[in-house]
């Protein structure tokens, strides 16, 4: 009962007026992110990071405009997939498979409003699963030591790269070097690291230009190169009729696809692609011979997309209780609370109770505003989403360097966003995965500072790391994570991708 | 070809071992050390990627292509823009500055030169008002200076 006086405190927060402009901005403004191509949800939360800060927002507003951004983006990624067969990203894969189809057949705003109730089902379960979660684990993990975390850190490292990852030694090299920019600057006893004498080092680097330039920056070197300047085709929207028994019908197939989604979102290494992937075989067995998914069975749409925001909802419960983001855009977020020097973890529940059940609640409202800006809105975002990336990336490379200059006014912060902007380019041509730099760049302090006092309390012997069952539970978990994508991760991928060219051919 | 992880390996080992020699070198802290002291951390970070690099250089991925030639032409452009960017900021004022770089990056993305440096011009000059009079945030005006309003 506690949690609902807390809740009810954060609805407070929420319905606050200019904290709801913020999140209908920012619901809107994630939609178009997610809609529009090139720009992927951590990409762009990653870029209004730094404009939150210059318009000196208050730490609860800049955070819930920022979880609208990102629930937001969950929405806009179905557009591009459903009308065009071009997931924006990975976890919009399945969507693919029913939406494509139903567009085809000239039902492509149904396809699209069902897939926003759908979302909208899937992330309102999940939230709710987030506010009876969320304070056991945090309660939970009050428990933790400085051991605890440290291994817990490694586990969020080791199973970053997913079930489906490719190579976890690419992961490891990610980390370290993440981990290693982090030691930059000078550390807590007061001796400068690896500064070379150059005063803007002496703060270490900061995480926001280095997103900023890995993200933003190597996308538009990308999009050159693959000369995807000339955008897509014009598309267009029939008009929409749908009746309360079509909703009526994929109602259950929400509810199923939501719930494993959420469960999908809150284990670490699972994420949305795996969400989606469950949502929708569970839909296609459940149905059974009834259906005619792959034809464009309203179904295959709402089971994966409902499953696709469970998962992303589901994600903000490791983030908010201990910490450890599990997937990119979460990331992000956490960039964001560390740079308004609010230390996540469990603490944060307790000191900064309106903060979280703010963002919880506006998290819920926010939903409903994007069932309501998506459904008629929906022809607006279609527009844009013709909008050629010849014009849309440099504008989005401006933005960027708008918003970084105008933290610090300074030129050295632009170069340095530049040269992040060339090692992510370079980073994602050898394959080496760009999400567990960023983890270690915002990890790194925290890792250190728990290794240190786990060390002096131990008075130096090394085996208080392992000393206690949670912390070997932790480490064992770690160790799976980077192993069994070597076992799982091939079989699950091959799946995945024989559902969707079954589906095509 | 395998080549790429093998070379990107070689250069990390390089990064491991000169950041590892690097913490070797920290001066000891004011108060004496302790169990854990500022090169601890980095130590263990240089033996992680060394020996993941090693693992990388023994075992390499297939390789994806570099785009030579004429594509990565263009991306030296881009890069050299994004540099000029950054250097003329202050110098030209951001609107000129937007305008060379944004309507230079689109004109060498596909689109046609006029449209392209329209679009930089317009985005330089919304984006400028949006932030020197509805946000409050003074963006330079460079060149522009003499149109500044007291």
């Known amino acids: 009962m506690e949690t609902l006086g807390f809740l009810i405190d954060g609805f407070g927060v929420a319905l606050a007026p200019h904290n709801l402009m913020f999140s209908l901005l920012g619901a809107f403004l994630g939609t178009l992110i997610g809609a529009l191509p090139g720009l992927g949800p951590a990409n762009g939360v990653a870029i209004l990071i730094p404009l939150a800060f210059t318009l000196g927002l208050a730490p609860e507003t800049a955070m819930i405009m920022l979880t609208a951004v990102y629930a937001g983006a969950m929405y806009g990624g179905r557009i591009s997939s459903i009308l065009l067969n071009i997931p924006g990203d990975e976890p919009a894969m399945m969507t693919c498979l029913d939406g494509y189809p139903m567009a085809q057949q000239g039902k492509a705003a149904e396809a699209l409003a069902i897939s926003a109730v759908a979302s909208f089902m899937g992330s309102l379960i999940a939230t709710i699963g987030l506010i009876l979660l969320a304070p056991i684990l945090a309660d939970f993990a009050l428990t933790f030591g400085p051991a605890e975390y440290f291994a817990l850190f490694m586990l969020a490292f080791a199973t970053l790269g997913g079930i489906t990852g490719k190579n976890p030694v690419k992961t490891i090299v990610a980390a370290a070097i993440g981990l290693m920019i982090a030691t930059v600057g000078i550390d807590n006893t007061g001796v400068q690291r690896y500064t070379f004498g150059v005063l803007e080092l002496f703060e270490g680097v900061d995480f926001i230009i280095a997103i900023v330039g890995l993200f933003a920056i190597s996308e538009l070197l990308f999009f050159i190169e693959e000369k995807a300047g000339g955008g897509k085709e014009k598309m267009s929207v029939n008009k929409l009729k749908l009746t309360w028994a079509d909703i009526r019908g994929i109602l259950p197939s929400s509810m199923r696809g939501g719930i494993l989604g959420f469960i999908a979102g809150v284990l670490p290494g699972a994420g949305a692609s795996l969400g989606s992937f469950i949502g929708y075989t569970l839909e296609k067995k459940v149905v059974g011979s009834k259906g005619y998914f792959g034809k464009g069975d309203p179904r295959g749409v709402a089971g994966p997309e409902a499953g696709n925001n469970g998962a992303s909802s589901g994600a903000l419960v490791p983030m908010l209780t201990l910490g450890v983001p599990g997937s990119g855009t979460t990331a992000v977020l956490l960039a964001l609370l560390i740079s308004l020097n609010i230390t996540p973890g469990p603490l944060m529940f307790t000191q900064n109770a309106d903060l979280v059940w703010g963002v919880i609640a506006a998290l819920l409202i926010g939903n409903f505003l994007l069932l309501v800006l998506n459904i008629p809105l929906v022809g607006i975002f279609v527009k844009l989403l013709s909008v050629p990336p010849m014009y849309l990336l440099p504008i989005v490379t401006m933005v960027a360097f708008v918003g970084i200059y105008s933290i610090s006014n300074s030129t050295f912060d632009l170069y340095f966003m530049v040269v992040f902007g060339i090692a992510g380019y370079l980073f994602r041509k050898l394959e080496i995965p760009l999400v567990p730099v960023i983890l270690g760049l915002l990890l790194g302090p925290e890792m250190e500072k728990n290794l240190r006092h786990a060390m002096d309390i131990s008075d130096g012997d090394w085996t208080v790391l392992w000393d206690s069952g949670l912390a070997i539970g932790l480490w064992v978990f770690a160790g799976l994570g980077l192993i069994l994508p070597y076992i799982v991760g091939p079989l699950l991928l091959r799946r995945m991708n024989s559902a969707v060219a079954n589906q095509t051919d | ?150």
């Open chain 2, 1 to 150: 070809m395998i080549l790429n992880d093998r070379i990107s390996g070689i250069l990390m080992l390089v990064l491991a071992v000169a950041y590892g020699w690097g913490a070797t070198q920290f001066p000891e802290p004011f108060g004496g050390s302790e169990a854990v002291g500022p090169e601890t951390f980095p130590l263990l970070l240089a033996v992680v990627l060394g020996l993941s690099s090693l693992y990388l250089i023994v075992r390499p991925d297939p390789d994806n292509a570099w785009p030579w030639s004429r594509t990565g032409l263009e991306l030296i452009i881009a890069l050299v823009v994004l540099v000029l960017y950054a250097m003329l900021l202050q110098p030209l004022g951001f609107i000129i500055s937007t305008l060379l770089a944004v309507g230079t990056l689109c004109w060498r993305m596909g689109a046609r030169p006029v449209k392209a440096y329209v679009t930089g011009g317009v985005a330089g000059g919304v984006v400028f008002l949006l932030f020197n009079f509805a946000l409050d945030l003074s963006l330079p005006l460079g060149l522009l200076s003499f149109l500044e309003v007291s």
